[in-house]
């Protein structure tokens, strides 16, 4: 991955974030910063808490303990120490500068694939009709499927989906991108036409943070990757580090033996 | 059997017959416009407030769903004027009581609808940032909507058939005009059985007509 993040305060700060589902302690002290045009991929092992950080870092899940701030506001809450949970409407306006794409698509199944997009141009950002539905057209376009515009995500095959999905999150041009395991629910010869398009994001300065099962995707695509593993960060490097037959970290080398040995590295 | 078939009568006096069906749609179309805006609007409700508003929804659907309809009829024409001291018309009362009753199925309907709305779709909402107005507005009631189809199109022509109650307090609905003709004639045979005939006729065009909108709006996952 060439280009170096900019920036010298991080645009996502993620600091001794924990969080419990019941008894199970799910986050157990997350530290994880993301600077301006970096993309950091968080791999390890299910149910490490890899998609439930994710779903922090937008508040889809709330978190018990710590801090999430982007471009140094707070996710989630607010008065700092008394943690009050932001309003409704604060919430709504914060999210918009989050982009997410989700494992199952999670498209409209009402709405067109250029609907898809300008529903939150409208009434998100504001736009005129004509606006919105040129800025959809851009971005299908950018991922392939000028053709698809007027299509219903049914009459859409996964991995068209999963592009709409990108195209509707990035469209908002939100300050970072979270991609929770979007090529997970895809058949195989699917995968590549989406990662093309989060590669070709990624050229373009896109802050993204990554979870992802696809480990050689992570190798090519990242700045850094993180290694979490029973709510920790276990490891946390350049992909040549994490990569490396050196690497310390005996957990981190049996969870990449075990990829090595189902796919070629 | 020593009965003999004889229409003649019946379509002597089929103009009653005619403006009686028509009646009998309009009671439903009127009624059931009125149900889903209660159902819809305490179904929103039921998923959203609190325990108190949840128990008196639960309570009124309850409700209604174990009296039988011609029990509330009668409850409304002539039980409330005699408590409250006033009067209405017959098809008004009936009209307030049938959509009453179609209200009751149909937060059901919206309820449980509103309930599989996929929690994804709703998370996508957040994501891109809607208020919870409006992804209730552009995202799950739209899906509701959909998901529901089938189900409402059962509960129309249901409520359809259910408008020949009408005819215990005379309303001049298909049912009444039968009974009419039948004191008249009759020919209760020959009356009953073109009724029965327009009943089917007319119900099964509505599903037709319903099924036709699931083919077109229907979500195909």
């Keep these: ?265 | 059997m020593g009965y003999d078939l004889n229409f003649t009568l019946i379509w002597r006096h089929f103009d009653k017959l005619w403006s009686g069906l028509i009646l009998s749609l309009e009671l439903a179309i009127l009624s059931i416009g009125i149900g889903i805006v209660i159902g819809l609007i305490l179904a929103v409700i039921y998923v959203s407030g609190g325990r108190i508003a949840r128990a008196l929804i639960a309570a009124y659907v309850e409700l209604i769903r174990n009296v039988p309809l011609i029990l509330l009829v009668y409850l409304v024409f002539y039980g409330i004027p005699t408590v409250f001291d006033f009067a209405y018309d017959n098809t008004t009362s009936f009209v307030m009581t049938l959509s009453v009753y179609a209200g009751a199925y149909l937060v059901e309907v919206f309820r449980a609808g509103l309930d599989a709305v996929p929690k994804g779709l709703i998370d996508a909402g957040k994501a891109i940032g809607l208020t919870p107005w409006q992804r209730l507005v552009h995202v799950r009631l739209p899906t509701m909507l959909r998901m529901t189809l089938p189900a409402l199109s059962n509960t129309f022509v249901s409520l359809f058939k259910d408008t020949s109650v009408a005819s215990v307090i005379a309303v001049p609905e298909l049912t009444y005009g039968a009974q009419w003709i039948n004191f008249n004639t009759f020919r209760i045979m020959e009356v009953y059985l073109v009724v029965t005939g327009l009943y089917l006729v007319t119900g099964y065009a509505i599903l037709l007509g319903l099924r036709a909108l699931e083919r077109r709006y229907s979500i195909g996952r």
């Excluded at chain 1, 060439?2 to 645009?11: E, N």
């Excluded at chain 1, 979270?178 to 895809?186: F, G, P, R, V």
């Excluded at chain 1, 990242?222 to 290694?227: A, G």
């Excluded at chain 1, 490396?244 to 070629?264: C, I, K």
């Design chain 1, 1 to 265: 991955m060439s280009g170096k993040p900019t920036g010298a305060t991080p645009l996502l700060r993620i600091k001794g974030v924990q969080k419990s589902f019941g008894s199970t302690h799910v986050l157990r002290g997350i530290d994880l910063d993301v600077a301006r045009g970096e993309v950091v991929t968080i791999i390890g092992p299910s149910g490490g808490g890899k998609t439930t950080l994710l779903r922090c870092v937008n508040f889809l899940e709330t978190y018990d303990r710590g801090s999430i701030t982007i471009d140094g506001a707070e996710v989630g809450y607010r008065d700092g120490e008394a943690r009050k949970r932001r309003t409704e409407t604060d919430l709504a306006r914060m999210r918009a500068e989050t982009g997410m794409v989700f494992q199952l698509f999670n498209l409209f199944p009402h709405l067109t694939a250029a609907q898809n997009i300008t529903l939150g141009l409208t009434r998100v950002r504001g736009l005129g009709r004509a606006e919105a539905g040129d800025k959809a057209m851009h971005w299908l376009k950018r991922v392939g499927l000028a053709d698809k515009a007027g299509h219903l995500p049914s009459e859409l095959s996964g991995g068209q989906q999963q592009r709409v999905g990108i195209a509707r999150a990035v469209a908002m041009e939100p300050k970072i991108l979270l991609l929770d395991e979007i090529t997970s629910a895809l058949d195989p010869e699917l995968i590549g036409e989406v990662l093309d398009v989060v590669l070709s994001l990624a050229a373009d300065g896109m802050t993204m943070l990554i979870v992802t099962h696809e480990i050689g995707f992570a190798r090519d695509a990242s700045h850094r990757i993180v290694f979490m593993a029973e709510g920790t960060v276990g490891a946390e490097a350049p992909p040549a580090e994490i990569f490396s037959p050196n690497q310390p970290n005996e957990r981190l080398r049996s969870f990449l033996g075990r990829f090595s040995a189902a796919h070629r590295l």
